[in-house]
């Protein structure tokens, strides 16, 4: 019996290891993912035209 319990505990800590790697691995990619977008949003807002009249921006 203690052969079993063993075997069951082991297959538990893969399942929570892969999980915690799956989830991980998944908020690494968003935060590269809002990375991303933070980075285009600030190219765009620093092409885009500017015009200066009575020196407000417009």
Same mark, same amino acid.
């Not at 929570?16 to 949003?41: C, D, F, P, Q, R």
């Not at 765009?44 to 009575?54: A, F, P, Y």
């Given at each position: 019996?203690?052969? %079993?319990?063993?075997?069951?505990?082991?297959?538990?800590?893969?399942?929570?290891?892969? !999980?915690?790697?799956?989830? =991980?691995?998944?908020?690494?990619?968003?935060? %590269?993912?809002?990375?991303?977008?933070?980075?285009?949003?600030?190219?765009?807002?620093? !092409?885009?035209?500017?015009? =200066?009249?009575?020196?407000?921006?417009?």
């Amino acid at each position: 019996m203690n052969l %079993i319990e063993e075997s069951f505990q082991n297959k538990e800590e893969k399942k929570k290891k892969k !999980t915690a790697g799956i989830i =991980l691995g998944l908020i690494i990619v968003v935060v %590269i993912i809002i990375i991303a977008i933070a980075s285009y949003l600030l190219y765009i807002q620093s !092409t885009t035209m500017r015009l =200066l009249l009575d020196r407000t921006n417009k």
